[in-house]
């Protein structure tokens, strides 16, 4: 259950972040959404009686700003979900310099520099948990992806070093490692053909179907959740077997 918690969930206006706030919001928490898209975030936020703030995760001053502004609505900070990601295609020959810092910007340092605002307020309360969305291609190689394969990679270990360092301050920190998953970031990779690649996709998946946004949310949840109050540092693959074979 979630009842109770104040949860701060980035990324929260499309795909993953929408289900895990649709689901949050079912099973209780008190929610803190963000994102750009300022018309789809506050139509969420209304739907779900929740709080928005539109920022940009990766520009100057923005984590701090959203941490704070999750203290000023509620006064402590129990859960937060670093969803919020972007995903250029292209091997090392592609990948343009302004294309690696912006995937850099927004999957690794903005979640290091939330993750860092949030312990304190975690510290301070006696506990709290951070649940990152890392990906399958965190965990195994992808090919025409090394910028985003880079910073999946990065934050398993982001969630590792910081579960190891705030464990005894009562912060637990875990990943989801989503697969393939329904959502505006999979049909844009999925290019032309859409149907028939997701088809294609799915039947490379052991489970033989692509994940739903919802599959996702609902580890994610259980992360967040006290049932998960003895696990810590964990990479829970949520892709349908890709990463186990
Ligand atoms: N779909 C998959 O197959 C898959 C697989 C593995 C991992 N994941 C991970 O799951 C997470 C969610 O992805 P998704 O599939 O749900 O993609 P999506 O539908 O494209 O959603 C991405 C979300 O990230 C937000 N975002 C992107 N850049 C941002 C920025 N600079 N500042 C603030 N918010 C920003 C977007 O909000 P705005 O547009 O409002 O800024 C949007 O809400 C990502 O971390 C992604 O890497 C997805």
């Known amino acids: ?4 918690k104040i949860a701060l ?15 949050f919001a079912e099973r209780g928490a008190t929610l803190l959404l963000s994102g750009r898209n300022a018309d789809a975030g506050s139509a969420l936020a209304s739907e779900l009686g929740a709080d928005f703030f ?21 006064g402590r900070l129990d859960v937060l979900v670093n969803n919020a990601g972007i995903l250029f295609q292209g091997d090392s020959q592609d990948c343009t310099d302004a294309q690696w810092d912006a995937v850099l910007a927004v999957n690794v340092t903005a979640v290091f520099r939330l993750s860092r605002a949030a312990v304190p307020v975690m510290a301070a309360q006696g506990g709290g948990a951070i649940v990152n969305v890392a990906s399958d291609w965190g965990l ?21 070093s ?15 490692c989503p697969g393939d998953t329904d959502t505006p970031m999979l049909r844009v990779l999925a290019g032309a053909e859409q149907e028939a690649r997701l088809r294609e996709m799915a039947e490379a998946i052991p489970l033989g179907r692509i994940g739903q946004p919802r599959d996702a949310a609902a580890a994610i949840a259980f992360l967040a959740s006290d049932d998960a109050s003895f696990i810590t540092g964990a990479m829970l693959p949520v892709d349908g077997g890709n990463s186990a074979v």
Request: charged share 15%.
């Open 1 to 4: 259950m979630l009842a109770g």
């Open 9 to 23: 969930i980035t990324g929260a206006t499309s795909g993953i972040g929408m289900a895990t706030a649709r689901l």
């Open 54 to 74: 539109a920022a940009d995760v990766a520009a100057p001053g923005a984590a701090g700003m959203l941490i704070d502004w999750a203290v000023r609505c509620h």
């Open 140 to 160: 195994v190689g992808a090919q025409k992806a090394v910028a985003y394969g880079t910073s999946k990679g990065a934050i398993v270990q982001l969630t590792r």
């Open 162 to 176: 910081m579960a190891a360092d705030h464990a005894r301050q009562g912060i637990r920190v875990n990943a989801v």
